[in-house]
C-alpha cells in the first residue's frame, strides 16, 4: 500500500465508490478486510475543502470505525469525518 499510496489522486465525484463500499458483495467485503488501507485510499481521493458532502461518507467512515475503532483517532479519519460538520 505504501508505493501505491503516492500516485492516488483526487476524484471529483466519490459517490459511487463509496456506495459500493457499503454493498454486499466483494466491494463491501473489502471495507470489512481492510478498513485502515480503505481509509487511505479514501483520506488520499476525497478532498477535504469539497464543496459538498460526498454521500454515505458518513456511514463508510462509521463502518471503518466500528471494524477498527483505533482508526477513529488517526488524522485521517478526522480529517473526513470533519468534512461532515462543515
Not at 6 to 20: C, K, M
Not at 36 to 46: C, D, N, S
Request: glycine share 6%; charged share 25%; proline share 5%.
Amino acid at each position: 500500500m505504501d508505493v501505491l499510496e503516492e500516485y492516488f489522486t483526487f476524484v471529483d465525484h466519490p459517490d459511487s465508490y463509496l456506495f459500493g463500499l457499503l454493498q454486499n458483495g466483494t466491494k463491501g467485503k473489502i471495507l470489512a478486510k481492510w478498513p485502515g488501507h480503505v481509509l487511505t485510499i479514501l483520506a488520499k481521493t476525497i478532498r477535504t475543502d469539497a464543496p459538498y458532502k460526498p454521500y454515505q461518507l458518513e456511514k463508510v467512515l462509521e463502518a471503518i470505525g466500528d471494524t477498527d475503532n483505533s482508526l477513529r483517532s488517526t488524522r485521517r479519519w478526522r480529517a473526513l469525518h470533519n468534512l461532515l460538520s462543515q
